[in-house]
């Protein structure tokens, strides 16, 4: 099942969706800019990889829920979002406030 859920941050909507999956669900809130998801994210692909991008993404880890997600730290971001200033041990709130 997919459940897609807007949230509004500092005045702007971002999108929350959530993929049951089995034995585990995808968590990801994606902004105007850039996105943070769940531990699935694969963020050394995307450095690596798809450096040419320059994806603005970062990832916490432990999460259940989006409202889980909005308030976790980030474990890792990718370069793309550190120019930005999002770091890890960021908020998911915070970061997204910079995405949005």
């Known amino acids: 099942m997919i459940h897609v859920?807007?949230?509004?941050?500092?005045g702007?909507?971002?999108?929350?969706i959530s993929v049951s999956l089995?034995?585990?669900?995808?968590?990801?809130i994606t902004g105007a800019s850039g996105y943070i998801m769940c531990g699935a994210l694969d963020v050394g692909l995307?450095?690596?990889?798809?450096a040419d991008r320059d994806v603005r993404a970062g990832k916490a880890v432990g999460v259940r829920t989006l409202e889980d997600?909005?308030?976790a730290p980030l474990a890792e971001v990718t370069v793309g979002a550190e120019k930005i200033g999002v770091h890890p041990g960021m908020?998911?709130?915070?970061a997204l406030?910079?995405?949005a």
């Open 5 to 10: 859920q807007p949230f509004t941050i500092d």
């Open 12 to 16: 702007r909507l971002v999108q929350g």
């Open 22 to 28: 089995p034995k585990t669900t995808l968590l990801i």
């Open 46 to 50: 995307l450095n690596d990889k798809l």
């Open 69 to 71: 997600l909005l308030h």
């Open 91 to 94: 908020s998911g709130i915070d």
């Open 97 to 99: 406030k910079k995405m």
